[in-house]
């Protein structure tokens, strides 16, 4: 099946600071998924993006699906941004997603 | 919309004991899935329907765990009996077929 790696595994950082989420995948995409899970566990949907770029607010994503990766950028960070980003793929034929290991993401005050 | 409805939050019960899970979708989506998160292995996929119709359940880890959804608007994953491997974090989830997923708040199921 399709796999999944993103990087880094885990970022510190302070408040106020940019980053760069990325993720690679091993084969065509139809859907491209990133999600924040936070503190308490919920799984909240950030931008369905497979190719292309989105923005919304802080956030921005950008997805090359012919060079099989995506960007998730956050900037200027805030304490509520604290929390596990997942990347999420299916490819053509199935509509599964596979989950990378995620991004565990800290931000310090 | 109130989006993926799963109850209940929390479970605890004792191993050997049934455990059944329930799941509302978003009217509407007529994809639905059922993941399992836990540390050693993450979010992985147990199930998932389309049209109500059992897709691919290469994830489901064993005959203990069966899961059905006898229609549009409702699905639950029964596990019988229980272990405490089966402990873990169960999502549902739904999609209008091969658009964006949205996930329910999850339940925490913890055999004892």
């Known amino acids: 099946g399709i796999q999944v790696e993103q990087s880094p595994p885990d970022l510190i950082l302070q408040e106020g600071a940019n980053s760069t989420l990325r993720c690679n995948f091993s084969?065509?995409?139809?859907?491209l998924q990133w999600f924040h899970q936070n503190p308490w566990g919920q799984l909240i949907n950030l931008f369905y993006?497979?190719?292309g770029t989105k923005q919304n607010g802080r956030l921005s994503a950008t997805t090359v699906a012919t060079e099989r990766y995506s960007l998730l950028y956050i900037s200027s960070s805030q304490t509520t941004d604290s929390g596990v980003y997942f990347c999420?793929?299916?490819?053509?034929?199935?509509?599964?997603?596979?989950f990378g290991t995620g991004t565990r993401l800290t931000i310090i005050p | 919309d109130a989006g993926v409805i799963q109850s209940p939050r929390h479970e605890v019960t004792e191993m050997g004991q049934e455990v059944t899970l329930r799941c509302k979708p978003i009217?509407?989506?007529?994809?639905l899935f059922w993941y399992r998160q836990t540390m050693m292995r993450g979010l992985e996929l147990l199930i998932y329907?389309?049209?109500?119709?059992?897709?691919?359940d290469s994830g489901m880890p064993e005959d203990r765990f069966s899961a059905k959804m006898p229609n549009a608007s409702f699905s639950t994953l029964k596990i019988q009996p229980s272990e405490p491997r089966d402990s873990a974090v169960y999502f549902c989830?739904?999609?209008?077929?091969?658009?964006?997923?949205?996930f329910g708040q999850g339940t925490r199921l913890t055999v004892v």
């Open positions: 084969d065509s995409v139809n859907n």
């Open positions: 993006i497979p190719s």
């Open positions: 999420a793929v299916s490819n053509f034929g199935n509509e599964k997603l596979t």
């Open positions: 329907f389309n049209n109500n119709v059992p897709i691919d």
């Open positions: 989830a739904s999609s209008i077929t091969r658009t964006e997923a949205f």
């Open positions: 009217s509407g989506h007529n994809s």
